[in-house]
Structure formats: C-alpha cells, structure tokens
C-alpha cells in the first residue's frame, strides 16, 4: 500500500509535468488548428535557461524559472512571427515549419550549452517529508503546486480577461472573430508565446528531476504531446487530466516493467486511442483542423 | 441606435475610434472578386444611403455573400472603390473594419459556439471599451430587443437553436454601435415564423435611423424589409429600383417570387 501511494505520489508530480506540456500543444492546437513540433525544444531551451540563471548566475530558483519563460515566450513570439505568412496558405508546410524550428533550437542548445548535458540541484530540502509513514520528496509537492497555480492561472486568463475571450473566440471561428475586430495573428501570437511559457515551466520542474540535455524534449515531448491527445486535443481539461494518467501510468509501468515501462506506456495509449480516437474529453472539433 | 450615439460619444472609450457625428453613406464603385482565376464579382456598384436599407438578392452562386465578404475585407477585392463615409475602406483591414461603423452578421450565424451567450456579445463590443458603462447599456440594449437571449445569457451559444443564434449573431453585430449593418442570408434556415420575427427586427433597426444592406435568398422578406433592392446575376448587377417596384416587375416575380 505504502509503495503503491508513494509511486502515486511521484507519478502524479511527473504527470503534473506533462500536463503543463499537454497544455502548451492544446493552447497553440485550441487557437491555430496547428500541432506546435518546436514544442518539446522550447521544453528543452526552457530547461537550460531554468538552469543556466539557477546554477550559474546563481539566481533563486522561482526568478530562474520566471526568467527562463521570458526568454522561451520570446522564442515562441519568434517562431510565430516567421511562420505567420503561411497561415491560411499552407498549413503542411507550417507544420514542418515547427519541426525545422524544432531542430535549429537542438542545434543552438549543443552549440551554447555543450552537447552532454548536466544535472541540477534540487532547489528544495533534501529530507522528504514523512505523512502517516510515507515518504513524499518536498519537490514532488513544490512541483505540484507550481503546476496547478499554473493552471489556474491560465484559466482564468482565457475565461476571466478581454484577450482571453478574445483567443477563444479566435479557436472557434477565426472570420467572425476578424469580424467583431479582433486582431487574429496577434491573438495566435499570444497563444504561442503561452505555450512557450508552458514548456520553460514544465522544462524547469522537469530539471531537478531528471537530466537536462539537448535531445531531452524528445522524451518528454512526446509524453506530453500523448498526455494532450489522451485528454483530447485542443481541450484544457482534457489535456490536464491527460498529463496525469500518463504520468501515473509511467511511474507504475517503471516499478513494474523497467526497462519496457516506455513500451507499456505507449501501448496502453494507443489502445486507448484506438478505442477512443478523439481522447477521453475530445467532443470539440476544431474546424480549422 | 445611431440616433443617440453623439450622447455617448462623450465616455472614456481609449480604444475605440468614435465613428464620426455626421452619418455616412457606403459607396461601393466596379468592385470585382476574384478567388483564384473565377469571378465571383463583376464590376459591380450601388450606394447605401444613411438609414437607407438596401437589399442584394439574387440565386445560389449570384455573387451576394462575396460582394459582402469583400466590403469587410474577409475576402480579397482585385478591383474598385468602397468608402463609408468619405473613408477608403479598401485601405482598412479587415478587423479595423467594424471600427468605423460597420456591423458584419455572417451567413450560417458564426456564433462562437463555445462560449456563453453573453461573452459572445461581449465580444461583439470587442472594438470599445471592455466592460466600460457603454459596453453594459449596449448589452441591456440587446436584451430588451431580444429577450431571449437575456433569458439565455449563461448557456453557451452552440446549445441554442437556430433562430436563437441568428438574434445572437445580430445582437453580436450591435454590440459594437454600428451606423450601417451587413445582414447574410438571416433567414436561412428559419421556419417561415422565425423569418416573420427577423422581419420585425429588421424593421425596427431601421426605425432606429440604422442603415441596412441585407443580403436575401428570401426575396419576399427582402422587398418587406427594405426601401431599395439590387438585382444580381452571375456576378453582375441585372437590375436596380425601388423594392416596391422590383416587387411587381413580372421578371423578379416570375423568377423570384415563383409568381
């Protein structure tokens, strides 16, 4: 029982990661109808710059990971910039427009940071805490709550602010939305430059936990990107809880099976898929797919 | 609705650019569409005089929805002149558009479907001041025309049927204090009761000293709801007169009215 909760515990603070991943595909898929590929590289640029500003600059961790998404929101800004000419034109090759994006941020990560990678301290105290006997590690809950404040944030964003409606409106019928005078590249802009925060987010937590390296977004991208398909994509909620049971699933699948934990992941989220193709919350249709 | 806008023209709207006191009359000179090597628009041209309502009908295919498209810049115009009083609207993009006066209800509705009724006419006001004071008297506006849609104000839009979004999409489109208003096919799947009910606010809006150009597969409601009526076929203008007359022209009645 104690294992089984303490394996819950840690994959729910991994699945807490790949929800802020699944959120960041979801925001830019919602507004755009585009499946950001550059994603897990920002991921990845987050998690250097987290790291760069932590250890080197020796900065608090919270202003290294403000910092960081600063710097990845630029990024995002950037790359949609470049590829806003094509929008409305053609789609396929914006898409590869993100995967070349992709590989020129993996390029820039191994010419600035090295191609071997480096592990970073955890910014939290080392003793975990203890709870009727078990044992939760500080940082798992430091990483929890930084994601649901995160969420609820977004949120907010989206359902409470003139610029959140506005994107929405923008996923849902981008004509209409020009329409009533809504500037439509920039609302895109702007769910790209969220997204981009996202990933540094998701890349700065992820930094303590595992090995931060230039080929890291792959992995954890890829989780992310099933985690926003599990959930539905395009779908907030979704995309959340999708983050989570592939994060749960991933712990249990590494205390059962090691070295095949990825295999069984992957297997239990195509069956899944294939069972439920729009993913477990997927109603909504974008119709700019 | 334009009677009264100067009043307010005093209030703290940063974002908005006042349309100006003076009504405005929409000229549009050989204005053509292109969409690739077809002609949707041939050279076409007519005037929408302040609190004028003009109808555009023709069949399937005639060019209406392109020729309204075009005015608001969602599709692009290869040639002629569109200005809305003595502003070159051919220079405006296509969100800046409603800035100066023009109100846009689309065919097939385009509520956002998704969001609630509310936000959705919210958004209509997106061009003025969020939640400013002219923002929420707008929205009481809207719901006393159209109860409704108060009734309705927490459901999302894409819950409600179809004649309910179709007072939703022009509610939308008066949330932004237009002077002059593009009405896409309203009618459009309507049952003959409902299209009685947009008659009647067609009618009252232009009560109210609001400029019309509404675009009709529904020739009869067409004639009912306007003073002046463009004939198109094939992308060109085939005919141009008062409603009255086009109404008793034994062509139009033939081919139009099946009469």
Redesign the interface.
């Known amino acids: 029982m104690q294992v089984f909760l303490q394996t819950l515990i840690g994959g729910l603070s991994l699945g807490a990661i790949y929800a802020l991943v699944a959120m960041g595909f979801s925001l830019v898929y919602r507004t755009m109808g585009l499946v950001n590929f550059a994603h897990a590289d920002v991921l990845m640029i987050g998690a250097y710059a987290a790291s760069t500003f932590y250890m080197s600059t020796r900065l608090p961790f919270a202003l290294a990971m403000v910092l960081a998404i600063a710097v990845t929101g630029l990024i995002g800004l950037f790359i949609e910039r470049v590829l806003r000419p094509l929008e409305n034109k053609d789609f396929t090759l914006m898409l590869i427009g993100t995967i070349g994006f992709g590989m020129v941020l993996q390029a820039v990560a191994v010419l600035i940071w090295g191609a071997t990678g480096r592990a970073v301290r955890t910014p939290v105290g080392g003793a975990p805490l203890e709870f009727f006997g078990l044992r939760v590690r500080t940082y798992d809950l430091v990483v929890l709550a930084i994601a649901a404040a995160a969420v609820f944030l977004l949120v907010a964003f989206l359902q409470r602010t ?1 610029m959140g ?2 994107m ?2 923008v996923a ?2 981008h ?10 590249g920039r609302s895109n802009a702007i769910a790209f430059a969220l997204g981009a925060g996202l990933a540094a987010l998701a890349g700065g937590l992820v930094g303590p936990l595992l090995y931060v390296n230039p080929t890291m977004g792959g992995t954890i991208g890829i989780k992310g990107f099933a985690a926003a398909m599990l959930g539905g994509c395009g779908n907030i909620p979704g995309a959340i809880a999708g983050g989570f049971a592939i994060g749960v699933l991933d712990s249990f699948a590494a205390g059962h099976f090691q070295g095949y934990s990825e295999l069984v992941v992957f297997l239990v989220f195509t069956v899944v898929i294939m069972i439920r193709p729009t993913g477990l919350f997927g109603e ?1 249709t974008v119709s700019r797919a | 609705m334009n009677a009264d806008t100067t009043a307010r023209d005093g209030e703290k709207t940063a974002e908005r650019i006042e349309p100006g006191p003076a009504p405005a009359t929409l000229t549009v000179e050989d204005l053509s569409v292109h969409y690739g090597g077809v002609c949707a628009v041939n050279s076409i041209g007519f005037t929408v005089e302040p609190g004028q309502s003009v109808g555009i009908i023709g069949a399937n295919g005639a060019g209406k929805t392109s020729t309204l498209k075009a005015l ?1 810049g ?1 599709v692009p115009r290869s040639a002629g002149r569109v200005t809305f009083g003595g502003v070159d609207l051919t220079k405006v993009k ?6 100066h006066g023009i109100g ?1 209800v ?1 065919e097939g509705r ?6 609630t009724v509310e ?1 959705n006419l ?3 006001a ?2 003025r001041a ?2 400013g004071a002219g923002t929420r008297e707008s929205l009481a506006e809207v719901y006393e025309l159209f109860p409704v849609l108060g009734e309705m104000r927490g459901r999302l839009a894409g819950a409600l049927s179809g004649g309910q979004q179709q007072m939703l999409a022009v509610g ?1 489109a008066l949330m ?1 204090r237009p002077r002059l208003i593009l009405l896409d096919e309203p009618s459009m799947g309507l049952s003959p009761k409902l299209v009685e009910g947009i008659l009647a606010v067609l009618l009252r809006l232009r009560e109210e000293g609001l400029s019309l150009l509404l675009v009709e597969q529904n020739a009869k409601l067409t004639f009912e709801a306007t003073s002046d009526c463009v004939v198109m076929e094939n992308g060109e203008v085939a005919m141009v007169g008062t409603s009255r007359d086009l109404r008793d022209d034994v062509q139009v009645r033939r081919i139009y009215l099946g009469l």
């Open positions: 003139k409606a506005a929405q409106a849902m019928d004509e209409a939305a020009t329409a009533v005078g809504i500037h439509v909504t | 608001m969602l296509a969100r800046e558009i409603v800035r846009y689309p385009h509520v956002f479907p998704g969001l936000k919210m958004l209509g997106y061009a969020w939640r939308r932004a």
